[in-house]
Nanobody, 113 residues
Framework: VQLVESGGGLVQPGGSLRLSCAASGRIFRINTMGWYRQAPGKQRELVAT???????NYADHAKGRFTISRDNAKNTVYLQMNSLKPEDTAVYYC????????WGQGTQVTVSS
């Protein structure tokens, strides 16, 4: 199983980005999918998760600004990020629960003017 993220980049404060993560390989069923992030010198932290049925959970820092969604037919999870702040700068990692936890390689998000 592989998870491949895309959509990161450099954006100005107040801007938006949409991250995508596609799972491939021998997949029967993906349970919870999610996004985490790790800023330099900090631990990896939760951004948001979404169950197969669409139940979402957000970290406080993401509430009201970020939206997680998924396309089960495409084994893909998305993260729409709006009103980005410099403190959102981090490597964003996709996670998928497919009988065990799988991680993507990460995509860099930099919020700077």
């Amino acid at each position: 199983v592989q998870l491949v993220e895309s959509g990161g980049g450099l954006v100005q404060p107040g801007g938006s980005l949409r991250l995508s993560c596609a799972a491939s390989g021998r997949i029967f069923r993906i349970n919870t999918m999610g996004w985490y992030r790790q800023a330099p010198g900090k631990q990896r932290e939760l951004v948001a998760t979404i169950t197969t049925g669409g139940v979402t959970n957000y970290a406080d820092h993401a509430k009201g600004r970020f939206t997680i969604s998924r396309d089960n037919a495409k084994n893909t999870v998305y993260l729409q990020m709006n009103s980005l702040k410099p403190e959102d700068t981090a490597v964003y990692y996709c996670n998928a629960d497919i009988f065990r936890s799988y991680w993507g390689q990460g995509t860099q998000v930099t919020v700077s003017s």
